[in-house]
C-alpha cells in the first residue's frame, strides 16, 4: 500500500484555533529507496543514522484486498497511529486484474487528524513530530 513516502520535521502550534506547523516545513524523503519494507545496507537506506527505516511502515491498508461492485468501486480504509497526523504523506496503489490484464494507479495521500483534535486546545498526539524537529534530513533528532 504505501511505496512512496515524505515525512516532515517540525512542530505544530496553535493559530486562530487550529493547530498548524510553528515554521515551514522540512521535507525529506522516504528512507526506503527500494520499497521493500527492509532497511538495506546497499542502497545504503538509513540517511538519518537512527537505525531504522524512517518513517517506516507506518500506515496500513484494511482490508488489503478488495472486490469491487458493479460501479468498479471498493471501500477499504487507512489505519495510522494518530501522532503521524500531519507528518507524513503516503502513496497508496491500487491493483487490479481484469481478466488476466493488470493495471495500477497511485496516489499521494497526506495522513490527516481528526478535526476535534486539531481545534482543541489540549495539542493533539502529534504535536511534535515522531521524526524529530531537526531542519536536517541527516538528522533524527
Ligand atoms: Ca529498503
Ligand atoms: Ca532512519
Given at each position: 500500500?504505501?511505496?512512496?513516502?515524505?515525512?516532515?520535521?517540525?512542530?505544530l502550534?496553535t493559530?486562530?484555533?487550529?493547530?498548524?506547523?510553528?515554521?515551514?516545513p522540512?521535507?525529506?524523503?522516504?528512507?526506503?529507496?527500494?520499497?521493500?519494507?527492509?532497511?538495506?545496507?546497499?542502497?545504503?537506506?538509513?540517511?538519518?543514522?537512527?537505525?531504522?527505516?524512517?518513517?517506516g511502515?507506518?500506515?496500513v491498508?484494511?482490508?488489503?484486498?478488495?472486490?469491487?461492485?458493479?460501479?468498479?468501486?471498493?471501500?477499504f480504509?487507512?489505519?495510522?497511529?494518530?501522532?503521524?497526523?500531519?507528518?507524513?504523506?503516503?502513496?497508496?496503489?491500487?491493483?487490479?486484474?481484469?481478466?488476466?490484464?493488470?493495471?495500477?494507479?497511485?496516489?499521494?495521500?497526506?495522513?490527516?487528524?481528526?478535526?476535534?483534535?486539531?481545534?482543541?486546545?489540549?495539542?493533539?498526539?502529534?504535536?511534535?513530530?515522531?521524526?524529530?524537529?531537526?531542519?536536517?534530513?541527516?538528522?533524527?533528532?
Amino acid at each position: 500500500m504505501k511505496r512512496w513516502t515524505l515525512f516532515i520535521i517540525t512542530d505544530l502550534t496553535t493559530c486562530g484555533g487550529t493547530w498548524k506547523y510553528s515554521s515551514v516545513p522540512t521535507i525529506c524523503a522516504n528512507e526506503d529507496l527500494n520499497f521493500n519494507g527492509i532497511l538495506d545496507t546497499s542502497p545504503f537506506e538509513d540517511t538519518n543514522g537512527n537505525g531504522q527505516l524512517t518513517p517506516g511502515n507506518i500506515a496500513v491498508a484494511a482490508p488489503g484486498n478488495v472486490v469491487t461492485d458493479a460501479a468498479g468501486r471498493a471501500t477499504f480504509a487507512i489505519q495510522y497511529g494518530e501522532q503521524f497526523a500531519p507528518w507524513v504523506t503516503v502513496r497508496i496503489t491500487a491493483r487490479a486484474s481484469v481478466a488476466g490484464t493488470e493495471s495500477r494507479q497511485s496516489i499521494l495521500y497526506d495522513l490527516v487528524g481528526s478535526a476535534p483534535d486539531f481545534t482543541a486546545e489540549t495539542p493533539p498526539a502529534g504535536v511534535t513530530s515522531p521524526f524529530g524537529s531537526s531542519t536536517s534530513c541527516t538528522n533524527s533528532n
